[in-house]
């Protein structure tokens, strides 16, 4: 069974700091997508890594592939208040649904 | 574009009555996929279509469920007789034909359904 697995699940961090959320998945793929959702809202795609080595970056974060490992990151750096949100990773078996990570809920206080 | 259209938005009612959630696609998208998010059990495939066509309806939880696609344009996804365990987000998604791009999922912004 295909599995996808986040952590940490929940991270409290201070304003200012960098952290890294971490996605390892238990199948060969070479797609996975980043979403963050505010609470009460829906799913927003952040971005979309399609091959091993991929790095892409947006604002204060910036989101890396490893399909050898099997991992995903996503870092933060430099934590404002507006990055608080549930980020959640999904991996492309190659089939036509994504499988979803459990979400990281993130909260940057100051 | 104007994205994944859900409607309702909220729906309240009470146990045992039918309930109907509707869902427009992005116009073009081949791909329709009815997703349920509860605090316990996360973000859970119910089906999934192509072309109109069900073709994964594996996380549909049991015969009271049940979810079409006429067109290219609707689905639905009605739920009889509900129960209070259904209360949740029910959210609906679509992306393009597979190697046309990033084969990204869209989603709607979710009905959000409470069954007293």
């Known amino acids: 069974e295909l599995k996808v697995e986040q952590n940490p699940l929940f991270l409290s961090m201070q304003e200012g700091k960098n952290y890294t959320i971490y996605c390892n998945y238990s199948?060969?793929?070479?797609?996975l997508y980043w979403y963050r959702q505010d609470p009460g809202k829906s799913l927003e795609s952040l971005f979309v890594?399609?091959?091993?080595?991929a790095v892409k970056q947006e604002g204060r974060l910036m989101a890396s592939l490893d399909t050898k490992a099997r991992l995903s990151t996503l870092h933060i750096t430099a934590a404002v208040h507006d990055l608080s949100a549930t980020y959640f990773c999904?991996?492309?078996?190659?089939?036509?649904?994504?499988?979803f990570g459990t979400g990281t809920r993130l909260q940057v206080f100051p | 574009d104007a994205g994944v259209i859900q409607s309702p938005r909220h729906e309240v009612t009470e146990m045992g009555q039918e309930v109907t959630l509707r869902c427009k696609p992005i116009?073009?998208?081949?791909?329709l996929f009815w997703y349920r998010q509860t605090m316990m059990r996360g973000l859970e495939l119910l089906i999934y279509?192509?072309?109109?066509?069900?073709?994964?309806d594996s996380g549909m939880p049991e015969d009271r469920f049940s979810a079409k696609m006429p067109n290219a344009s609707f689905s639905t996804l009605k739920i009889q007789p509900s129960e209070p365990r259904d209360s949740a987000v029910y959210f609906c998604?679509?992306?393009?034909?597979?190697?046309?791009?990033?084969?990204?999922?869209?989603f709607g912004p979710g009905t959000r359904l409470t069954v007293l």
């Open positions: 116009s073009g998208h081949d791909y």
């Open positions: 998604a679509s992306r393009p034909y597979r190697g046309t791009g990033y084969n990204e999922q869209f």
């Open positions: 890594l399609l091959s091993n080595g």
């Open positions: 199948t060969t793929s070479d797609r």
């Open positions: 279509f192509n072309n109109n066509v069900p073709i994964d």
């Open positions: 999904a991996v492309d078996p190659n089939t036509d649904k994504l499988i």
